[in-house]
């Protein structure tokens, strides 16, 4: 069994001003962000994924083992498979696979099956949970993870002035292949990455938010 070994938490962030003043300006910081699908087809920087990814990949895990694969998708013949193959899953699930409730749900949100901007936007960041190491190591509490890592990632992207939608076209196995990733390498989420068209709109509904009288309960 190896020993813990600990060292001092001296690198700590302090903010300049309160706790309260803190966290609500990164709340209003964070409440501009939308989930956005006309993108623009100007670049963004690989330098810039690569920040956006480190933040990612600096989120707690279970037992620290990072069970997660961003792979970030420019070119263009990838990006265009990536759409053919989520369109055609995309087209199934809104003629068949939806339940009426579900596309009721969706309606609101005016979402179909076509995903141009699979194609438009200048990254695709496919993000892969790993449900075990690559040496066939355990991993834990992998969906958690992975989830804390996309948050940070999406937040991260949002402070640097982009877009992002998490897209999960289902089933997701396609990824797998199309990426040529590993058995163990399941696809979690698609992040579309890039700026707003400029005629870009939002759904009015994905505005509204929950009150924070129905989000929190203090006990
Ligand atoms: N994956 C489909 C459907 C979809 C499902 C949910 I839940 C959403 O919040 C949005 C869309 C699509 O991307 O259109």
Redesign the pocket.
């Known amino acids: 069994m190896p020993e813990p070994h600990f060292v001092p938490h001296h690198d700590r962030y302090v903010p300049r001003e309160s706790p309260e003043l803190a966290a609500r300006a990164f709340c209003a910081l964070m409440s501009k962000r939308r989930t956005v699908r006309d993108y623009s087809e100007r670049d963004v920087s690989l330098e810039t994924i690569e920040w956006l990814v480190r933040c990612a990949g600096g989120a707690p895990s279970g037992a620290n083992k990072q069970p997660w694969r961003f792979v970030a998708v420019r070119d263009l013949a990838v990006k265009r498979a990536i759409r053919a193959a989520a369109e055609k899953e ?1 087209r199934e ?1 809104y003629a068949h696979r939806a339940t009426d409730e579900w596309l009721a749900d ?1 309606a609101p ?1 005016g ?3 076509s ?1 141009p901007f699979l194609e438009i936007a200048p990254w695709l960041v496919v993000v892969f949970k790993q449900t075990r190491g690559d040496d066939e190591s355990q991993h834990y509490y992998v969906n958690e993870s992975v989830g804390i890592a996309v948050g940070l990632f999406l937040a991260a992207a949002h402070h640097a002035g982009l877009a992002t939608l998490t ?4 089933p997701m196995g396609f990824l797998q292949e199309v990426l040529g990733r590993p058995k163990h390498e399941k696809a979690y989420v698609l992040i579309p990455v890039g700026y707003p068209a400029d005629d870009c709109r939002v759904p009015e509904a994905a505005l509204r938010k929950k009150a924070l009288s129905e989000i929190l309960t203090v006990v």
Request: hydrophobic fraction near 35%; charged fraction near 25%; glycine fraction near 0%.
């Open positions: 995309e699930f969706l949100l979402t179909d099956a995903k897209h999960t076209p289902s």
